[in-house]
């Protein structure tokens, strides 16, 4: 059986300000990775895609079958590209033919 140390402390959350924050989550955006930006700031990956999470915005949902323009705008989009990508898979089947 493992066992704890019996000197062992608990792990102490660290704080970051705002400031510590912002520089991040621009460092995270103007790096390739994410990953790589948290090694370079001795972070958690996991917490800097928590920041990353917690600044995005939260998209709201139109209620109803009206919804809002963007709602309506994007349906339309879908309807077309199901509509592209059938007639091209109706063109591909005819020249396996």
């Known amino acids: 059986m493992h066992s704890k140390p019996i000197n062992s402390s608990p792990r ?4 970051y300000d705002e400031t510590f924050r912002a520089e991040a989550l621009r ?3 103007e790096s390739r990775s994410t ?3 948290a090694r370079q700031l001795g ?7 928590k920041w990353q999470k917690a600044t995005q915005p939260v998209l709201e949902v139109g209620s109803g079958e009206g ?3 963007a709602m309506r705008q ?5 309807r077309r590209l199901q509509q592209e990508r059938d007639i091209l898979q109706k063109a591909l089947a005819s020249c396996l033919l």
């Open 12 to 15: 102490k959350l660290r704080r």
């Open 27 to 29: 460092l995270a955006s």
């Open 35 to 37: 990953q790589a930006a």
């Open 43 to 49: 972070i958690s990956p996991k917490l800097l895609y």
């Open 67 to 69: 919804g809002s323009a």
């Open 74 to 78: 994007l349906r339309m989009e879908v």
